[in-house]
């Protein structure tokens, strides 16, 4: 089984950590929101996001820690955040990470490129010397409804 990461903690990050710890992956979630994390330590429950879910993975709020002992870190982020997270994440990253990005949305347009998020994550990595893997997982899907096994 894999070892993930997931950044961000709302809908779609919480179904999906929810959907993975199921299937046997160690999952860590990171989130910068207090309520996320208290709820999360408490209950195992996400009651702001994905209520009446138990979930067991590790939350945490340090985002090192969070990528640490992982293989895979799963970007759940809004689009006008992912970037600054990313800038974040650089000095923490292996070349073995593979990021998995699923905001919707498109770059700033100061990002250049096409405006795809993927394409601009991947500048920020090459601009600071490193080749991840970046990888997009997009669709139309309802996260309440991936958390209960219907996507």
Do not use: F
Not at 44 to 68: F, R
Not at 116 to 133: C, H, K, V, Y
Request: glycine share 10%; net charge negative; aromatic share 4%.
């Amino acid at each position: 089984m894999s070892n993930i990461a997931i950044l961000g903690l709302g809908n779609w990050g919480s179904a999906l950590a929810h959907c993975w710890s199921e299937d046997g992956h160690r999952i860590v979630g990171w989130t910068i929101e207090s309520e996320v994390y208290e709820s999360m330590m408490e209950t195992g429950i996400n009651e702001k996001y994905l209520p009446n879910t138990p979930m067991e993975i590790e939350v945490t709020m340090d985002l090192g820690h969070a990528v640490s002992k992982s293989e895979v870190i799963v970007l759940a982020l809004p689009s006008g955040v992912i970037l600054s997270v990313v800038d974040d994440l650089i000095p923490h990253l292996l070349q073995s990470h593979v990021l998995l990005d699923l905001a919707k949305g498109l770059a700033p347009a100061d990002e250049g490129g096409s405006g795809m998020i993927s394409e601009a994550i991947i500048a920020r990595l090459s601009a600071a010397g490193l080749s991840n893997a970046v990888v997009v997982l997009t669709g139309p899907t309802i996260a309440p409804e991936v958390a209960r096994g219907r996507p």
